[in-house]
């Protein structure tokens, strides 16, 4: 048996898990199994990656950060970012991956326009990492945007009708508006937007939350984290068959 999984904390639902499991049924894969693994301490990921059956795993909320230590290799992303979301176990040593950046950039590259210079990242958290590191790749400046005042950083009181006129891109990595929550959102001057933005949030559930609405009722085009949440997990199951 080839088992994968997803280890965080707590996991209360999970995505991956039905993901793969539907994939595996689907596909009529027999001999491969996706399990959750909710740990309290990061330090039991040790035992986990002794299991001789275990080829990779995900990572998720509050891990990303706080598994490399364990990791005994990693790729140019992982090193660049310090954030893991896969991890790919071969010969009992475990390599870490981020496959956010790849889900994030086919995701945002499908509805990117002509002339997005700036854009805004709202939180920064484990994502807006991944987020960052795929703005860099596509040449497009950014300021984060945050509940803490920091060096290059905006607070939310911060960023007037003007400054949000010139960053035509708005990236939401922040959980606000994510069910059960849904009429929060991040507290922005709404007025500026207007068809030129793209407004891109990770949050998948709902499909419209009430960032991405206050955008498309302006004209904006808008996209949400479904496309990069399937892509992120496609792009773990190409690296586990790598
Ligand atoms: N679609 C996908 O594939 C995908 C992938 C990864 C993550 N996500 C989603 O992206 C979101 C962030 O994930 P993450 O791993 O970065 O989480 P995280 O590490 O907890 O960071 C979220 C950041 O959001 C800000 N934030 C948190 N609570 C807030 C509040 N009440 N008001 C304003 N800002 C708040 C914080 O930034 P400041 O302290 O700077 O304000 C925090 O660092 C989650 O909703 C997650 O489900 C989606």
Request: hydrophobic letters at 35%.
């Amino acid at each position: 048996m080839r088992k994968f999984g997803l280890i965080g904390y707590p996991l209360s639902h999970s995505f991956s898990q039905k993901y793969f499991t539907e994939k595996f049924q689907q596909l009529d894969i027999t001999d491969c199994k996706y399990e959750l693994y909710p740990i309290e301490d990061i330090a039991a990921v040790k035992n986990i990656l002794q299991d001789p059956e275990l080829c990779g795993l995900n990572v998720t909320i509050p891990y990303k950060q706080a598994v490399i230590p364990f990791l005994h290799g990693m790729n140019a992303v992982v090193e660049e970012i310090r954030a893991c979301n896969c991890i790919r176990i071969q010969g009992g040593k475990a390599y870490g991956y981020n496959t956010d950046t790849v889900g994030f950039s086919a995701s945002l590259v499908r509805k990117l326009g002509q002339g997005h210079r700036q854009a805004l990242i709202l939180g920064t958290g484990g994502a807006s990492k991944a987020v960052e590191y795929v703005l860099r790749k596509l040449g497009i400046g950014f300021m984060y945007v945050s509940r803490n005042a920091g060096h290059g950083v905006l607070r939310y009181e911060e960023v007037t009708e003007d400054i949000l006129r010139r960053h035509t891109m708005v990236i939401n990595t922040t959980p606000l508006g994510m069910y059960p929550k849904v009429d929060e959102c991040p507290p922005l001057p709404y007025e500026a937007i207007g068809p030129e933005h793209y407004l891109f949030d990770l949050v998948y559930n709902p499909p419209l939350t009430l960032f991405l609405r206050q955008g498309k009722d302006r004209g904006a085009v808008v996209e949400n984290g479904y496309d990069m949440l399937i892509g992120q997990a496609e792009e773990s199951w190409r690296i586990w068959n790598s």
